[in-house]
């Protein structure tokens, strides 16, 4: 079987022709709507709001002698022109193509293992496996740090002891690499549940028939199981490119033990932080996050749309 | 030198209480803007009117000296809040400042800080209030971090001047027995040191804007200027800095200095496993030593800073704090005499040198055998009080910062630190370090002298 077909293809062609709605059913929208108040509420009020306002606060620029006068676009040309900026997010779209494959290969192979596997003992492999993610990215991050360390960090001694000398885990060449390890860490587990949840919502006729068909496991699970489970994967690769692009917590807190490497300006997320709080540049901060938003929405169409392109080139083939 | 903790460090040990009560009551004055003399009349009648003050600090335990306040006048009602160290102090503060409401009557400012908030006019001239006063009873040069010109913005409340704590044991081991005179002296000791007993003779610390700012200040250098207004003057590649910079490019390519990041577990660990002979640092650094490195207790002593000149006596100064009343206090009256209390009132000034530690900026305090003659263990029974008061008569009286230290600090981070880190050509960071800011203070619309 191929990707469950696209909802588009299923819509009816033209809407059942108007009739008169009767007051039941006017009735039933008000309550619905009366039920989407406070989501609306919150939504605009936290959401929308904040945001026009920050588009508006981006349109203007503010110095600290003469105040704030209208800068129209002023702050978005210096944006696309600031090698700060377009450094920090050639660094995040380097973290994308590198450490997202790896994390969701892991996290698909822990996923596709405790589904064949039901033995005993899944269970709490399952949960090791996810506990990282329990861990807060703050505390995780201190931790690794530790680990890191050049001089007393675990990982240094042993491989002092080892006679490899001291790996410099937290140098320029090798930051990008230990975020990315952080980071994996962190969300295998997360990632992985996602897709075990897919996996057992397969039914299991399918597999019955593969049997009968004397497929094996490997052949079940390139043929079946990664097929029916790929809009889960798609949605953990989506949550990926926002995860990546707005990387803050990891690069804010081992700048405090590499305040050298890590620069004010290491990832985009971050360096709309300092701008805004130790630049006291405000707008062009309001700049550079709506800018990021608008590349973080242009690469999650991307991957969405190559998506769906194979999804039509393999119906269109079957 | 903001976020961080390093920053958390400096700024608790360094720190500074302020106080910001005020009384109801007071003249209708509005902020910032009178200039008539507080007559003693409104004074008493301020300290005498039911009042609630806010005051923002992060020295801790400060409600005690808040408490002997409280009972002196008990009309004034003072609440504390601590909302940060360092940068989000200075953030939470600037935020309610632009909100019109929510800042405190009074808020504890590092002195490099104060120039950014005069610059937005957010501090209360305390001249009309008789701060002119008290400037005797400050050490000179603390006096003219809060009093630049002629107003008052602040009032002083703990310093750092600098000086040098070293382990005996491994200086003896190395064949010293004296604590280097001269930065020529200390050069040598540093090359026996790390020949004969494979530590450093200290660590210049990577990213430490304040450790350097305060060897410039030792040397007589003046990279920042700010009239008050919309002049700055930028000058950190000077001859005199680039000198200063030669020695520690010098010293830490020889890898006779080492170059770590400081305050943190890394840097903790060097200075208690004798990694580190010697730490170059500021009067808070032997009380913060003696929590850091406690399993080396007895064999620290404490010196002044090697000299540049034979027979000089120079320091500079590192840290500290003071309590400034904003402009917007409504009871700037009571404001003030909190402010003034907490750092003026001789139980409260010694009760933050001999409780807190912060090192006092009051003469009398400094003078106080109470405090002067304490001997201290850590440092083999030296008097190490004493000691830093005498170098803190030594700082020079005229160093100024900029209105953006903020920036200043990071830009030091990133375009320092990485040299400094990779062992590179300190003075020749400075140029490039000199044209970020220059740049930066002319996009925000300075003009740079």
Not at chain 2, 89 to 105: F, M, N, T, V, W
């Amino acid at each position: 079987m191929s990707a469950t077909p696209a909802l588009t293809a299923e819509r009816p062609a033209a809407p059942p022709p108007r009739r008169r709605t009767s007051t039941t059913k006017r009735r039933q929208y008000r309550a619905a709507y009366l039920f989407l108040v406070p989501f609306f509420v919150v939504f605009i009020t936290m959401l929308v709001v904040p945001l026009v306002y920050a588009g508006y606060l981006s349109l203007f620029e503010s110095k600290l002698i003469g105040g704030q006068a209208f800068n129209g676009l002023g702050n978005y040309i210096r944006a696309l022109t600031d090698p700060l900026f377009l450094e920090g997010l050639g660094r995040v779209g380097l973290f994308f193509i590198v450490q997202v494959p790896i994390m969701l290969g892991l996290a698909l192979f822990f996923a596709l293992a405790l589904d064949t596997f039901r033995a005993r003992g899944s269970k709490a492999i399952r949960l090791l496996i996810y506990m990282p993610y329990a861990v807060p990215a703050v505390v995780a991050t201190l931790m690794w740090g530790y680990l890191y360390g050049p001089d007393f960090g675990p990982l240094a001694q042993i491989a002092r002891a080892a006679g490899l000398g001291t790996p410099e885990f937290l140098s320029a060449e090798n930051m990008l690499g230990s975020m990315m390890n952080i980071v994996t860490w962190e969300f295998v587990g997360y990632n992985m549940i996602i897709m075990y949840a897919a996996l057992r919502s397969i039914p299991a006729e399918l597999y019955e028939a593969a049997e009968i068909d004397g497929a094996g496991q490997f052949r079940m699970a390139w043929s079946i199981k990664i097929p029916a489970i790929r809009p889960a994967i798609m949605l953990t690769v989506i949550f990926s490119v926002i995860g990546s692009f707005q990387l803050f917590a990891e690069p804010s807190l081992l700048s405090i033990i590499a305040p050298n490497v890590v620069i004010n300006s290491y990832t985009p997320n971050f360096y709309a932080y300092n701008l805004a709080f130790v630049n006291q540049e405000l707008n062009y901060a309001a700049s550079i996050a709506f800018l990021l938003g608008i590349v973080i929405a242009v690469v999650s169409y991307i991957v969405q749309l190559g998506a769906q392109r194979r999804e039509r080139r393999e119906r269109s083939l079957s | 030198m903001i976020k961080k903790t390093r920053r958390t460090a400096l700024a608790l040990v360094g720190g500074a209480v302020s106080i910001g009560l005020l009384l109801t009551g007071c003249t209708p004055s509005s902020g910032g803007g009178s200039t008539d003399t507080v007559s003693q009349d409104d004074i008493d009648k301020a300290m005498t009117t039911p009042t609630k003050l806010t005051f923002w600090t992060w020295v801790p335990d400060i409600e005690n000296e808040v408490k002997l306040f409280e009972d002196k006048y008990p009309a004034i009602d003072v609440t504390v809040e601590n909302v940060g160290q360092g940068l989000p102090h200075y953030q939470k503060l600037r935020s309610a400042i632009e909100a019109g409401e929510g800042a405190p009557d009074v808020a504890q400012l590092e002195y490099q800080y104060i120039p950014s908030f005069v610059l937005n006019e957010s501090l209360l001239d305390l001249t009309p209030y008789g701060a002119d006063d008290l400037a005797g009873d400050y050490v000179d040069w603390a006096w003219k971090q809060v009093a630049p010109d002629a107003e008052v913005w602040a009032i002083p409340q703990d310093v750092g001047p600098m000086g040098n704590l070293y382990r005996e044991d491994i200086l003896a081991e190395a064949g010293i027995t004296e604590p280097p005179a001269t930065w020529d002296d200390y050069a040598t000791a540093a090359k026996a040191v790390k020949e004969k007993t494979g530590s450093y003779i200290s660590n210049l610390g990577a990213t430490q804007a304040g450790q350097m700012i305060g060897f410039f200040w030792q040397a007589g250098v003046k990279p920042f200027g700010y009239d008050g207004k919309e002049t700055v003057k930028i000058d950190v590649n000077s001859d005199d800095a680039k000198k200063v910079a030669g020695y520690w490019t010098d010293l830490v390519q020889q890898d006779l200095i080492s170059t770590d990041v400081d305050f943190n577990d890394t840097w903790y660990q060097g200075l208690a496993s004798g990694k580190y002979a010697g730490w170059l640092t500021a009067a808070w650094g032997p009380i913060f030593l003696q929590g850091t490195a406690e399993s080396t207790s007895g064999l620290w002593r404490a010196a002044p800073l090697p000299q540049w000149t034979e027979g000089e006596e120079v320091s500079g100064n590192w840290g500290g704090s003071s309590d400034a009343v904003l402009a917007s206090s409504k009871n700037p009256i009571a404001a003030y005499e909190l402010a003034k209390f907490i750092n003026n009132d001789e139980s409260s000034a010694m009760k933050l040198a001999t409780e807190q530690f912060l090192f006092p900026p009051q003469v009398s305090v400094l003078e106080d055998p109470a405090f002067a003659d304490q001997e201290s263990e850590f440092y083999g029974g030296q008097q190490v009080n004493k000691l830093f008061a005498q170098i803190s008569t030594t700082v020079d009286t005229d160093f100024q910062w900029v209105p953006f230290m903020d920036y200043v600090y990071s830009t030091y981070e990133e375009t320092m630190g990485t040299v400094i880190a990779d062992k590179g050509d300190i003075a020749a960071a400075l140029d490039t370090w000199q044209d970020q800011l220059v740049k930066y203070a002319e996009d925000q619309g300075f003009t740079v002298e």
